[in-house]
């Protein structure tokens, strides 16, 4: 299964980096976990704030996130 690397900077004062190595059949379904497991109380926990979540990672003006796929 393919890897990915997850990283995040988090609206917290509080460890506001967090990253994680997911396994995961492709891009979305890593973000997805990485959601769940560490952003998702930033958001709200629903599939639209999921997709706030996602624009997060490509908007050049907010950008907060980074994910890259591992060889």
Do not use: C, W
Request: charged letters at 25%.
């Amino acid at each position: 299964m393919p890897k990915f690397s997850v990283a995040f900077v988090a609206p917290t004062d509080t460890t506001p980096l967090r990253h994680r190595i997911i396994e995961a059949a492709d891009q979305e379904g890593a973000l997805r976990t990485f959601f769940n497991d560490e952003a998702s109380s930033f958001y709200s926990n629903d599939d639209q704030g999921f997709h706030y979540f996602k624009e997060d990672f490509s908007d050049a003006l907010t950008l907060s996130g980074s994910i890259i796929a591992l060889g």
